[in-house]
């Protein structure tokens, strides 16, 4: 499986964030410096990560961003889930399509669900 730059930000971006969690906001160009990514692009992804309730914005000039849950909680599966969609290597195994007519009696979707 090949995962996109998309998805290798946000994890860097949420790995920076869980590394700096002192319990003040982390502005996205001290992360930009520190990952070596574009802070435009950060911008970008960060949006998607606040969207889905995984970070918080704190407006302001002391402000930046904080993630919502301890960081035990977050896995790096909801978070490429999250930018990439689907993991699954194959579309009949894609739970939210719901597989094929043939599932109950495939091959990949057995061994695939062991």
């Known amino acids: 499986m ?8 946000a994890l860097r971006l949420m790995l920076d964030l869980a590394l700096h969690d002192t ?3 982390v502005r996205i160009k001290e992360i930009a410096a520190r990952q070596e990514i574009s802070d435009k692009y950060l911008e970008q ?3 998607v990560l606040n969207k ?5 914005s704190v407006r302001g000039p002391q402000g930046g ?4 849950r301890p960081t035990e909680e977050y896995t790096v599966g909801m978070i490429l889930r999250l930018t990439e969609g ?8 894609d739970s939210e399509i719901g597989g094929c ?9 057995l061994v695939y669900r062991k």
């Open 86 to 93: 689907s993991l699954a290597p194959v579309e009949c195994l």
């Open 45 to 47: 992804i960060v949006a």
């Open 65 to 68: 961003y904080l993630l919502t």
């Open 101 to 109: 007519e043939k599932s109950d009696d495939c091959v990949t979707v």
């Open 23 to 25: 319990g003040t906001p």
């Open 52 to 56: 889905a309730g995984y970070v918080r």
């Open 2 to 9: 090949r995962i996109s730059t998309k998805g290798r930000y």
